[in-house]
């Protein structure tokens, strides 16, 4: 029990952000306590794409095998069972991405060791304590795991800052004895459409949530962009609703978008959609709730009815903008 | 096709002031209003929808106290066509490990084709339940799954990775899905089905019932404890424009020509 594992998330060719942050915070809880890091790296051809991880681990342990060409969760968790038991890990982090979601519960269940997901913060000393956000953001929860052996971790997205330790890092084949083809089957990807609007290279965006209430307030809120020569986007309760199209969607599973100005209408700041206008360069919050965590990331906020606002906002740009 | 859904009782707290009991560990109950699991909504929808289209049962499954009841009856008046609850106090609902066990300890000894779950609870943002559970029975899963298409003895899914991208798998039966909000639109309760709901039963078993040993839910509760429930710090809070809509909209607009927005 001397080291902490790190999954390696990739994608269609690209080592996923997630994977430096996981690698980053193992790398800070490993100095401190003398353990070392081990990276592991599942797939089917990907040796070229494992040597961006130099540097960044004292271990790179390389699984290869043609049945892992995609991700499918039963095939990397049988591999993760073997190299879990045989390696014993203190920690086991994995990304709380649609990946790792997918991975990590059943890899815990079929180990029967503790699984805490969405951790923004990971402590070890004697003990393994993490802190993650609950009720929808408006608390954090610091969690103690009191289990000797290895404990698995999924680590939030973007709230580590990647580094590069420069590590001498020694890569580890390991072959895998797959067994059965598995009772799941990738089939393939299905791309988002084509955007009509591309809010992602917008320098405005006002975005709307479910504050805004009906459909019919949609326009008002439109009214308002366009006055500041913006786009409209939304959270992701407006487009299951159909209020707006997918390609407006702001967060994980939507668009991340970085505007000199983001106006968050009636939106409460589900770390799903933080996620996603965290790196905006302005962003102005209106929310009636005062304990709204979308206040957490704001630089302004105001704490009122938004449609008490929306309407005078409008004039006010208007005149602003027709006076010069 | 038997189906099962797994719900959950929780506070909704969008809009309401969510406040920590005195010795920190939990939040104040009292004045919260206690729905079923948005995520669990959609669940529910898809189960009664694929009944609809071809026959079987609904059972709706909760891990909870006599309060969960509510939502339980809910489901029913919506359509389910069984109410599990299983409750203890020994069971610890923050260790998503043991929800999961106790579940399959309950849904193995049911007839089941097809279990859906939430992608995600609200109150604990676990995601986890779902395919932990799935890991329990020995069965394959999908999670934050768009898209069901039932086939003969699989099912094809489309599930949520990030940023727009999706993938479809191909699973077989029987299986777990975890189901992404936006899948369908969840229907509303209708006054006849709440009047049904009030008489039918629900069925409670305990741990003993469910072949599970107390001390060991009890040992296996412990691994996770919950030390401090606090509101985030406040370095980070955005400073607060106040005054009437007239005076914030005026002081918005001078932050915005200030940047070179406006
Ligand atoms: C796997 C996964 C992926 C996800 N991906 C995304 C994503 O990409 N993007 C995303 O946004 N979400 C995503 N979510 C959902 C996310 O968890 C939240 O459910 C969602 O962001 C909540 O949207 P909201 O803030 O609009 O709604 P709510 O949380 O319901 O908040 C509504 C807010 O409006 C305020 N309000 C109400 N009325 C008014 C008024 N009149 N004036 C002012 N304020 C008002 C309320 O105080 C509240 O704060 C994802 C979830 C999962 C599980
Ligand atoms: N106590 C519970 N009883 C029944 N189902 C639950 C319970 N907790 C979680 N679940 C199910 O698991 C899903 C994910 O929950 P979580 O892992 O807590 O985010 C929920 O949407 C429910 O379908």
């Not at chain 1, 009509?196 to 962009?225: C, F, H, M, T």
């Not at chain 2, 939040?27 to 959609?42: A, H, K, P, Q, T």
């Not at chain 2, 909870?64 to 359509?79: F, I, M, N, W, Y």
């Not at chain 2, 049904?196 to 469910?210: F, G, Q, V």
Request: net charge negative; hydrophobic share 40%.
């Amino acid at each position: 029990m001397s080291e902490i594992a790190v999954l390696v998330e990739h994608r269609l060719g690209e080592i996923r952000d997630i994977t430096f942050e996981m690698l980053a915070k193992a790398n800070q809880l490993a100095e401190k306590s003398g353990y070392r890091t081990t990276a592991i790296m599942i797939g089917k051809g990907v040796e070229d794409l494992a040597g961006k991880l130099k540097g960044y681990c004292d271990r790179l342990l390389l699984v290869e095998d043609e049945s892992m060409k995609f991700f499918v969760s039963d095939a990397y968790q049988k591999v993760l069972e073997d190299i879990v038991r045989e390696r014993r890990p203190r920690l086991l982090l994995i990304g709380h991405t649609s990946y790792g979601l997918e991975l990590a519960p059943s890899l815990a269940a079929s180990l029967n060791i503790p699984l805490i997901t969405g951790c923004t913060d990971i402590t070890l000393d004697e003990g393994v304590e993490v802190v993650r956000p609950v009720y929808g953001g408006k608390l954090l929860a610091r969690v103690e795991v009191n289990y000797p052996g290895t404990v698995i971790l999924t680590l939030s997205q973007g709230v580590v800052k990647p580094f590069n330790p420069g590590k001498e890092t020694e890569i580890i084949r390991k072959s895998v004895d797959v067994g059965e083809p598995g009772s799941k089957v990738f089939l393939e990807y299905v791309m988002p459409e084509e955007s009509e609007v591309d809010i992602s290279s917008a320098d405005v965006i006002v975005a709307v949530g479910r504050g805004i209430q009906d459909k019919s307030n949609i326009p008002q809120a439109e009214e308002l962009a366009k006055a500041l020569g913006g786009v409209l986007a939304c959270s992701r309760p407006i487009v299951d609703k159909g209020w707006l199209p997918q390609d407006r969607q702001v967060g994980s599973s939507g668009k991340t978008v970085k505007p000199k100005l983001y106006l968050a209408l009636g939106i409460s700041g589900a770390f799903q959609h933080i996620q996603g206008m965290k790196d905006s360069q302005l962003i102005i919050a209106v929310n009636k709730d005062p304990n709204a965590p979308i206040f957490n990331v704001a630089h302004y906020g105001v704490v009122e009815d938004l449609f008490r606002i929306v309407p005078v906002l409008i004039e006010k740009v208007r005149e602003a903008r027709g006076g010069g | 096709m038997d189906i099962v859904v797994c719900v959950k009782h929780v506070p909704q707290v969008s809009e309401a002031e969510v406040r920590v009991t005195s010795d920190g560990r939990d939040i104040d109950r009292s004045g919260l209003v206690f729905d079923i699991n948005e995520w669990d909504d959609y669940a529910l929808e898809e189960a009664l929808r694929i009944r609809e289209e071809r026959g079987g049962t609904v059972t709706v499954i909760t891990v909870g106290g006599e309060e969960s009841d509510e939502t339980l009856r809910k489901c029913l008046a919506k359509g389910a066509d069984n109410a599990v609850r299983i409750t203890d106090p020994r069971i610890n609902l923050w260790n998503p490990m043991v929800v999961a066990r106790v579940l399959a300890a309950a849904i193995s000894k049911l007839q089941y084709d097809l279990i859906l779950a939430g992608a995600q609870s609200s109150d604990d943002g676990y995601g986890a339940v779902g395919p932990a559970l799935a890991g329990f029975l020995g069965i394959p899963h999908a999670t934050i799954v768009k898209k069901v298409e039932l086939r003969d003895g699989s099912v094809l899914v489309q599930r949520e990775l990030e940023g727009g991208l999706e993938e479809r798998l191909k699973i077989k039966l029987p299986a777990l899905l975890s189901i992404q909000t936006g899948i369908n639109e969840p229907r509303y309760v209708s006054i006849m089905g709440v009047r049904r709901a009030m008489r039918r039963p629900i069925k409670t078993m305990s741990l003993d019932e469910l072949g599970l040993s107390p001390s060991e839910i009890e040992d296996e509760s412990s691994w996770i404890m919950v030390k401090e429930l606090y509101a985030p710090p406040v370095e980070r809070r955005a400073e607060i424009i106040e005054g009437n809509p007239e005076e914030i909209a005026s002081k918005i607009v001078e932050i915005l020509k200030s940047r070179g927005i406006l």
